[in-house]
């Protein structure tokens, strides 16, 4: 039998701190508490690790980026191997007890929150970085962070495409199909993927390409499916390593003209973004930078180049901006000038609810965004209003790569989107009304851009949705793929352990 670091062992101190966190534990927390948890520890490696309520190992794993509906475990369990993961869930499913991995925990979907109890499966040790000799390739663990494998990569000279924000997890972002820097070469996240292993709902770990069809639904569906362990995913050569960007900062007044001159630059006349650009913008309130309303900034990102090219910013350079920054550096400065770098808000667990309140749209309705940006400002200039930190933020990426492949491709049914869009509301949490102002809030913001959009079924990035939308939102609410879901739903996760995160209906 292997040794195990169990961090609290007894069936009495397990119940003890059940009952001490859970004051009235319903009938499932109950039956959670007879858990004999050396029972697992015998089946596990040795490095890995079991963390019990009452220790601070426990409050830190079950901490999360978004204080809203969080999933709710009872133990948390930090496998060592790959099989650790599946010997976690074969004996969850013994005790008939929920379970949910976690990384990154930026997850913030409040479907989470009907997780009332259970295990969390958390990844973070699985964390290896193995490159192939061909130089072509990469075996990845399931439970790496962003940073992390953009760092081990780059130290090789080589990279891939990953989310943008250095704490996020790796797959996480991967199997809603992934967004990052690098998609306009590259394509999605889980466009790069070769195989996968995967830990089945019926405790069975499979490894999965191309010819099997859970590979396409792994790839923009993936959360519904089972635990990815190590994914292969194809990698490359460094291309560029130096990048520019162009941060400018308007007042609110300019904002028809800004998305004016954005689609006119970009996306109306029949071509996206180019390859070698990214542009994000921002709306935030900062009363350092202008006190009369939220400002304006367009983050043009362009890689190969110490400036960005003045084709790029003089049409907005000549509406009038408040500021313009100039920086130069190279890919991995990216995070820090988008504020999303470690040391960064984003990266940190401040209590916040966060919801976001996401569509993709094809270009920009000028008259919208004008009307949002009203929505926008009174929301966050209010006096003591408590969405005074939202963030509205509008993505930009280069889409080539995503948009070289067919529809039908894998299970994120976006790509011919061209930008993400969402307000990110920011609170305090102080009980449900507040929540209800902010969904209501979020709402109206979004169906503004909605109508504006003209299209007829809301598309959303399912990484990103709230919890309200439904499968259709998150999957593409063409007929034959929903249907091709959940057939496949039902052959692989039939009793739906795996539907806490944005579940196929
Ligand atoms: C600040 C910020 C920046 C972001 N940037 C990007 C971005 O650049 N690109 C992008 O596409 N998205 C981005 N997102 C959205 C992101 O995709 C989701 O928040 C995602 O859920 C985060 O994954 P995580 O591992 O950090 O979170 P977690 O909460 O740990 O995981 C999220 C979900 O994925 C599941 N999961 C995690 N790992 C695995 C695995 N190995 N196998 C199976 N299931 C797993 C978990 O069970 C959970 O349901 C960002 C979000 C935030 C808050
Ligand atoms: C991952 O990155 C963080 C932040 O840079 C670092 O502290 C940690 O040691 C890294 N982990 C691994 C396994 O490289
Ligand atoms: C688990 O499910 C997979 C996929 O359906 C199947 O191939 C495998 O045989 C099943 N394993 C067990 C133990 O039932
Ligand atoms: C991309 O940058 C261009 C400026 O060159 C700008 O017109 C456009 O608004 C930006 N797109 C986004 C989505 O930020
Ligand atoms: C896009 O079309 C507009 C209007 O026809 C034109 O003024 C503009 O120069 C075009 N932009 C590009 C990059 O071709
Ligand atoms: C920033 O760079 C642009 C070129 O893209 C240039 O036109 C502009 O003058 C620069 N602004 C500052 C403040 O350096
Ligand atoms: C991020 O950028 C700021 C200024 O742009 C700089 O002061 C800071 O040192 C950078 N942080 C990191 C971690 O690189
Ligand atoms: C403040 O909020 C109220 C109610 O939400 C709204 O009616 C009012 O217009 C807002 N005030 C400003 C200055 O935006």
Known sequence: MHSFNLKLVALAAWAAAVSATEPSASRHQLRASWCDFSKLGSHLSKGAQIYLPGTSDFDNAVARWSNLKVPKSNAVVVPATELDVVETIKFANEQKVPYLAANGVHGSITTLGKMTHGIEILLTGLNSVEIAADGQSAKIGGGIRSKNLTDALWAAGKQTVTGTCECVGYLGPALGGGHGWLQGHHGLVSDQFLSMNVALANGSLVTIDQKSDL????????????????????????????????????????????????NEQWLTNGTAIPEDLNNWSYWFYDPTIDASGPVVVMYIIQEGVDAVSETHTKPFLDIGPIMVQNKTGDYRDLANWTGISLADGPCQKTGNANPRFPIYLKSYNPDAQAEVYELFKQATTNASTPFAGALFMFEGYAVQGVQALSDDASAFAYRSDNLLVAP????????????????????RMRDVLFRGSGESSLNTYVNYAYGNENAKAWYGADEARQQRLRALKKAYDPTGKFSFYAPIA
Do not use: C
């Open 215 to 262: 590979f396409w639904a792994m790839k923009g569906a993936g959360h519904n499916f089972g635990i990815v362990t190590s994914v292969t995913s194809k990698i490359f050569d460094i291309q560029n390593r130096n990048y520019a960007v162009s941060t400018i900062f308007f007042s609110g007044d300019k904002v028809k003209k800004v998305y004016q001159t954005a």
């Open 424 to 443: 990110l509301l920011s609170y305090k949490p102080n009980g449900p009304a507040l929540e209800r102002r902010a969904a209501d809030l979020g709402n």
